[in-house]
């Protein structure tokens, strides 16, 4: 790295009399040198104290090792020192990575084995399975932690476990049709030609990508749709497409008269698409609109996906293209959305969420990050034509050590042994005649700063909260227990996470935020004498 003339000096990071940190030239007079140093101009605003990435306080803990030492820049660029290229290598890792790593290891409210891109936002899963692996497509902004010029993420799986994030599929073309952002769809494929169908947004279109590697993809210039059907309102969007005999079928998310609408289209070539009519219309129980639909056949029975608000599910027949609505309800009562399926090799229909936050955008912006992705969970059919959910069962990979606990209990009393900010925990109780029966989780010792997850079974919840404290916002969901004759809570705890599952057909998602490292103990209570037995696993690191 040369410069033009004569032999500079200079030290990488000084500090001025207000305190703040900034670089300098100085020449061998000791006098400052505006001149601009070849090779660096591109590298400099790094060093800058008010840059926005967080590379500038990633390398702060060096300048005291720097500070000492100058280096000499002759022109040839063979003759610097080796202390100089290492050096250049430790500021050009920390840049690289610092904004993932660094930042995040003191941050106890970040997932370490849920799915998480780098920083800063992420919404609205959209998963595919292909050749043994499995694909999540995702809402991205990878600038802010907030929900902005959208792109599509992309990430790839083996096991469902371990995750590793691929370069994004889409991003917003200006002066094109989805210069406002690259919005949900889905991903199909046809001939072994991979499709992208989504929403552009501002006006809303419906617009197409391809790819033979799914890396690669080029878009279709023209949206394939440009406008809908006359009586519908403003929300349409998120196409959902599926191939049914020798023809394609696609849903997209509307509205009508105030409710849910999802529109059928119907294509031979997945490029030229006609509007067929509504497959179903909801009642406003389940939404003001629909957005994210998803259809799909499973034991025997079709299933409707929507989300407003929160996701539903519809369970009942399809017949001429038509959906006739028999069972109702919610996938999950907390900070969990726009859930869409896959299905893999083993016949499996396997659901994916977006986890949201639940504390305000401000410590959002602080943190760095926002949103991440649920842990999967198997959808099936029960007797009753209900859905079932719960978690796969290649979770499992991730536990350590395991703990114990068993005896009966009519209190709320901290476990001895088992504590941690990541752990798998399943709770079997036999309530008897108990009011309320759960568990404390990112607790403190005198309990004064805790997470509830419990089954109130007089007013046939599920829920999970933090009483006084607004840090964990109430959540909870319809779950009657009666006629079952044990209680099991399935508990994933992931930092500020927490996913419940309950008897395998309710579930909710929990946010609980807390800085404080005390704050990682497991409790047991009940209101009125009930049977518990525990086991619990200490969960290793996976997801992103």
Same mark, same amino acid.
């Given at each position: 790295?040369?410069?033009?003339?004569?032999?500079?000096?200079?030290?990488?990071?000084?500090?001025?009399?207000?305190?703040?940190?900034?670089?300098?030239?100085?020449?061998?007079?000791?006098?400052?040198?505006?001149?601009?140093?070849?090779?660096? /101009?591109?590298?400099?605003?790094?060093?800058?104290?008010?840059?926005?990435?967080?590379?500038?306080?990633?390398?702060?803990?060096?300048?005291?090792?720097?500070?000492?030492?100058?280096?000499?820049?002759?022109?040839?660029?063979?003759?610097?020192?080796?202390?100089?290229?290492?050096?250049?290598?430790?500021?050009?890792?920390?840049?690289?990575?610092?904004?993932?790593?660094?930042?995040?290891?003191?941050?106890?409210?970040?997932?370490?084995?849920?799915?998480?891109?780098?920083?800063?936002?992420?919404?609205?899963?959209?998963?595919?399975?292909?050749?043994?692996?499995?694909?999540?497509?995702?809402?991205?902004?990878?600038?802010?932690?907030?929900?902005?010029?959208?792109?599509?993420?992309?990430?790839?799986?083996?096991?469902?476990?371990?995750?590793?994030?691929?370069?994004?599929?889409?991003?917003?073309?200006?002066?094109?049709?989805?210069?406002?952002?690259?919005?949900?769809?889905?991903?199909?494929?046809?001939?072994?030609?991979?499709?992208?169908?989504?929403?552009?947004?501002?006006?809303?279109?419906?617009?197409?990508?391809?790819?033979?590697?799914?890396?690669?993809?080029?878009?279709?210039?023209?949206?394939?749709?440009?406008?809908?059907?006359?009586?519908?309102?403003?929300?349409?969007?998120?196409?959902?497409?599926?191939?049914?005999?020798?023809?394609?079928?696609?849903?997209?998310?509307?509205?009508?008269?105030?409710?849910?609408?999802?529109?059928?289209?119907?294509?031979?070539?997945?490029?030229?698409?006609?509007?067929?009519?509504?497959?179903?219309?909801?009642?406003?129980?389940?939404?003001?609109?629909?957005?994210?639909?998803?259809?799909?056949?499973?034991?025997?029975?079709?299933?409707?996906?929507?989300?407003?608000?929160?996701?539903?599910?519809?369970?009942?027949?399809?017949?001429?293209?038509?959906?006739?609505?028999?069972?109702?309800?919610?996938?999950?009562?907390?900070?969990?959305?726009?859930?869409?399926?896959?299905?893999?090799?083993?016949?499996?229909?396997?659901?994916?969420?977006?986890?949201?936050?639940?504390?305000?955008?401000?410590?959002?912006?602080?943190?760095?990050?926002?949103?991440?992705?649920?842990?999967?969970?198997?959808?099936?059919?029960?007797?009753?034509?209900?859905?079932?959910?719960?978690?796969?069962?290649?979770?499992?990979?991730?536990?350590?050590?395991?703990?114990?606990?068993?005896?009966?209990?009519? /209190?709320?009393?901290?476990?001895?042994?088992?504590?941690?900010?990541?752990?798998?925990?399943?709770?079997?109780?036999?309530?008897?005649?108990?009011?309320?029966?759960?568990?404390?989780?990112?607790?403190?010792?005198?309990?004064?700063?805790?997470?509830?997850?419990?089954?109130?079974?007089?007013?046939?919840?599920?829920?999970?909260?933090?009483?006084?404290?607004? /840090?964990?916002?109430?959540?909870?969901?319809?779950?009657?227990?009666?006629?079952?004759?044990?209680?099991?809570?399935?508990?994933?705890?992931?930092?500020?996470?927490?996913?419940?599952?309950?008897?395998?057909?309710?579930?909710?998602?929990?946010?609980?935020?807390?800085?404080?490292?005390?704050?990682?103990?497991?409790?047991?209570?009940?209101?009125?004498?009930?049977?518990?037995?525990?086991?619990?696993?200490?969960?290793?690191?996976?997801?992103?």
């Amino acid at each position: 790295m040369a410069v033009r003339e004569g032999k500079w000096s200079g030290k990488m990071v000084t500090k001025n009399g207000q305190g703040q940190w900034s670089r300098a030239m100085v020449g061998e007079n000791g006098q400052r040198d505006g001149r601009k140093m070849i090779g660096w /101009s591109k590298w400099s605003k790094w060093l800058d104290a008010d840059h926005p990435r967080p590379f500038f306080t990633a390398i702060r803990p060096f300048h005291l090792i720097i500070r000492p030492f100058s280096v000499t820049i002759r022109p040839s660029p063979l003759t610097i020192r080796p202390f100089f290229m290492t050096l250049i290598c430790a500021l050009l890792f920390a840049h690289a990575y610092g904004k993932d790593l660094i930042p995040m290891k003191t941050d106890l409210d970040r997932p370490v084995y849920h799915f998480q891109p780098p920083p800063s936002w992420m919404n609205d899963p959209k998963p595919f399975f292909t050749k043994g692996e499995y694909h999540i497509f995702f809402q991205y902004n990878p600038n802010a932690p907030y929900h902005a010029l959208i792109q599509w993420g992309h990430a790839v799986s083996r096991d469902l476990v371990h995750w590793k994030q691929l370069p994004n599929a889409l991003a917003p073309t200006p002066d094109g049709p989805d210069k406002d952002g690259c919005w949900t769809g889905c991903c199909v494929e046809k001939d072994g030609v991979y499709h992208i169908l989504y929403t552009g947004v501002h006006p809303q279109v419906q617009c197409l990508a391809t790819s033979k590697d799914m890396i690669t993809w080029k878009k279709q210039k023209e949206p394939m749709l440009s406008a809908q059907p006359v009586g519908f309102g403003d929300c349409w969007r998120d196409p959902c497409a599926w191939k049914e005999r020798d023809a394609w079928y696609m849903l997209i998310g509307s509205v009508r008269d105030g409710a849910g609408a999802a529109l059928l289209y119907r294509s031979h070539d997945l490029k030229n698409w006609d509007y067929l009519h509504p497959l179903y219309s909801g009642d406003k129980t389940d939404g003001t609109m629909f957005e994210c639909p998803d259809f799909f056949a499973l034991g025997g029975r079709h299933v409707l996906i929507t989300s407003c608000g929160a996701t539903f599910w519809h369970t009942g027949l399809y017949q001429d293209h038509k959906f006739a609505m028999e069972k109702q309800g919610g996938t999950d009562g907390g900070h969990f959305y726009a859930a869409k399926t896959l299905v893999d090799d083993k016949g499996r229909r396997i659901l994916f969420g977006w986890v949201t936050e639940g504390r305000p955008q401000e410590e959002c912006n602080a943190a760095g990050w926002s949103g991440l992705l649920s842990l999967p969970r198997v959808l099936g059919i029960r007797a009753d034509g209900t859905l079932s959910i719960s978690p796969v069962p290649e979770l499992k990979a991730l536990r350590g050590m395991s703990h114990s606990y068993e005896e009966k209990t009519d /209190s709320i009393k901290i476990l001895d042994g088992i504590q941690g900010q990541t752990l798998e925990i399943i709770a079997r109780f036999k309530p008897g005649k108990a009011k309320r029966v759960g568990l404390l989780v990112r607790s403190t010792a005198d309990k004064s700063e805790c997470t509830t997850v419990y089954v109130d079974l007089e007013s046939k919840l599920l829920v999970a909260g933090g009483g006084e404290d607004a /840090s964990v916002r109430h959540v909870q969901t319809n779950f009657d227990a009666e006629g079952d004759k044990e209680i099991t809570l399935h508990i994933f705890l992931d930092h500020s996470v927490i996913e419940v599952f309950a008897n395998d057909r309710a579930c909710i998602t929990a946010r609980s935020y807390t800085q404080n490292p005390d704050a990682n103990r497991v409790g047991v209570f009940s209101q009125g004498a009930a049977e518990c037995k525990l086991e619990a696993w200490e969960m290793g690191r996976a997801g992103s």
